[in-house]
T-cell receptor
Framework: GAGVSQSPSNKVTEKGKDVELRCDPI?????LYWYRQSLGQGLEFLIY????????KSGLPSDRFSAERTGGSVSTLTIQRTQQEDSAVYLC???????????FGQGTRLTVV | KQEVTQIPAALSVPEGENLVLNCSFT??????LQWFRQDPGKGLTSLLL?????REQTSGRLNASLDKSSGRSTLYIAASQPGDSATYLC?????????FGTGTRLQVFP
């Protein structure tokens, strides 16, 4: 596609439910990032995928968070047993190489009620 | 641990002014540096990427410089316009992740 695509754009869920957020990177981009942006805050790194290498999960805030990247393309971020503090905008980015220009999607706004 | 700071945090200027936004980082061992803009409720739009071997990059009215040894980058916006109003973020590439500053919120009024 022309850019990084994220779905859904908005998600409202009840506390305790699981949610899946999807990211379609730019075709051919080997690097994929997930970030979280809470209201009025900066970007918090969550996880990084590069090609077939093991992902860098060092930013995941708890074991309720997990992510996978299938076939080196689409990525899914899963949050289990959602909590109100998980409410934020989740942003995905991809780049052609691991230090190349990063392009961001429009984000998924998650609200936990 | 890499820390990225942006000054000022907010800036309000009349249309037509030339602006300088500052970004500083504590660890000079970076690979690249990228500037983004973020409009309210939107994702990030890439403005400029500066390779670690470069000292500056230009795109239209934007010019970004990089001084790795002193841990600083500046984004220069010439002849500012109301459409430039947004939050500007710098990010450095450290090992395997982009580390972001907290941004400068710019408002350009007519």
């Amino acid at each position: 596609g022309a850019g990084v695509s994220q779905s859904p754009s908005n998600k409202v869920t009840e506390k305790g439910k699981d949610v899946e957020l999807r990211c379609d990177p730019i075709s051919g981009h080997t690097a994929l990032y997930w970030y979280r942006q809470s209201l009025g805050q900066g970007l918090e790194f969550l996880i990084y995928f590069q090609g077939n290498s093991a992902p860098d999960k060092s930013g995941l805030p708890s074991d309720r968070f997990s992510a996978e990247r299938t076939g080196g393309s689409v990525s899914t971020l899963t949050i289990q047993r959602t909590q109100q503090e998980d409410s934020a905008v989740y942003l995905c980015a991809s780049s052609q190489t691991w230090t190349g220009e990063a392009f961001f999607g429009q984000g998924t706004r998650l609200t936990v009620v | 641990k890499q820390e990225v700071t942006q000054i000022p945090a907010a800036l309000s200027v009349p249309e037509g002014e030339n602006l300088v936004l500052n970004c500083s980082f504590t660890d000079s061992a970076i690979y690249n540096l990228q500037w983004f803009r973020q409009d309210p409720g939107k994702g990030l739009t890439s403005l400029l990427l500066i390779q670690s071997s470069q000292r500056e990059q230009t795109s239209g009215r934007l010019n970004a410089s990089l001084d790795k040894s002193s841990g600083r980058s500046t984004l220069y916006i010439a002849a500012s316009q109301p459409g430039d109003s947004a939050t500007y973020l710098c990010a450095v590439y450290n090992t395997d992740k982009l580390i972001f500053g907290t941004g400068t919120r710019l408002q350009v009024f007519p």
